[in-house]
T-cell receptor, first 114, second 111 residues
Framework: NAGVTQTPKFQVLKTGQSMTLQCAQDMNHNSMYWYRQDPGMGLRLIYYSASEGTTDKGEVPNGYNVSRLNKREFSLRLESAAPSQTSVYFC?????????????FGEGSRLTVL | SQQGEEDPQALSIQEGENATMNCSYKTSINNLQWYRQNSGRGLVHLILIRSNEREKHSGRLRVTLDTSKKSSSLLITASRAADTASYFCATDHNQGGKLIFGQGTELSVKP
């Protein structure tokens, strides 16, 4: 039982390059989330998917797109990376039966944009 | 922004002492949660307290919630070096299950 798996763990990009962060969960959870973590800023929500087939913007969606491929997988795409997107990205999932429940986090993807 | 505030930003104590961290938020909540993050790792859920609860315990953790003051505190009793980590509060504001995280308290427990 792996929980939430993110790939890649580390990535270095040049400004303007694109990439996709992959996330998969094996807990049959309904909801999935992408957060970014920057020093002194805590975690900020980028996008979330309350259930399969739906996605919604969070606090900081600009420059990102997401795809809820199926119930297990939720990917985050940077179409044209910028240095301001240098961050640690966390995927999370929850059962989310109406109220916000416990989130299960992946180990993070550390992205540097040069 | 609904982002909560935590204080202190950093806390350094000796093993065996108690550690108290505080979290404040701005708008009404369904529940408030505390998470722990070891350096370089993902966050791990510690405890959830609902808006109609005032206190909750889990092992050496004690969480209180005062909805009139829009604040919560996390108490870790008899701290250990292994408790060294960052601690985050997160609030559910009844917006489709998404949580809003505070900026965290960095706890250092010295042996």
């Amino acid at each position: 039982n792996a929980g939430v798996t993110q790939t890649p763990k580390f990535q270095v990009l040049k400004t303007g390059q694109s990439m996709t962060l992959q996330c998969a969960q094996d807990m049959n959870h309904n909801s999935m989330y992408w957060y970014r973590q920057d020093p002194g800023m805590g975690l900020r929500l980028i996008y979330y998917s309350a259930s399969e087939g739906t996605t919604d913007k969070g606090e900081v969606p600009n420059g990102y797109n997401v795809s809820r491929l199926n119930k297990r997988e939720f990917s985050l795409r940077l179409e044209s990376a910028a240095p301001s997107q240098t961050s640690v990205y966390f995927c999370a999932s929850s059962e989310n039966r109406g109220q916000g429940g416990e989130l299960f986090f992946g180990e993070g993807s550390r992205l540097t944009v040069l | 922004s609904q982002q909560g505030e935590e204080d202190p930003q950093a806390l350094s104590i000796q093993e065996g002492e108690n550690a108290t961290m505080n979290c404040s938020y701005k708008t009404s909540i369904n529940n408030l949660q505390w998470y722990r993050q070891n350096s370089g790792r993902g966050l791990v859920h510690l405890i959830l307290i609902r808006s109609n609860e005032r206190e909750k315990h889990s092992g050496r953790l004690r969480v209180t919630l005062d909805t009139s003051k829009k604040s919560s505190s996390l108490l870790i009793t008899a701290s250990r070096a292994a408790d060294t980590a960052s601690y985050f509060c997160a609030t559910d504001h009844n917006q489709g299950g998404k949580l809003i995280f505070g900026q965290g308290t960095e706890l250092s427990v010295k042996p």
